[in-house]
């Protein structure tokens, strides 16, 4: 994807609806990361029925370089606070 100008690669995490593994989740990261020639490094950008409980266990996973993609854990119930408490818990 880098090649073709990603800047991000979005892909199934481990542990949600579509899975990929953890193993296979640690290879994209990796990849994303990697030197390739001039271009520059993409962010790993898991989805899929992620949710806040486990920002912890993914920033752990994946680091600060990675563009979380959590969509309907934010819309259950108010928008407004579920994300200002994700906000919250990527600060500590």
Not at 41 to 69: C, I, K, Q
Request: charged share 20%; with cysteine.
């Amino acid at each position: 994807m880098r090649l073709a100008g990603a800047d991000i690669s979005i892909f199934p995490n481990y542990g949600g609806r579509f899975s990929f593994s953890p193993a296979e989740c640690a290879q994209i990261k990796d990849l994303c990361h990697a030197p390739l020639g001039n271009l520059a490094r993409s962010w790993p950008s898991p989805g899929g029925g992620m949710t806040l409980d486990r920002l912890d266990e993914l920033t752990e996973f994946y680091g600060n370089d990675v563009a979380l993609l959590i969509g309907g854990a934010l819309h259950r119930g108010d928008l407004a606070t579920n994300s200002s408490a994700m906000v919250q818990a990527l600060r500590e």
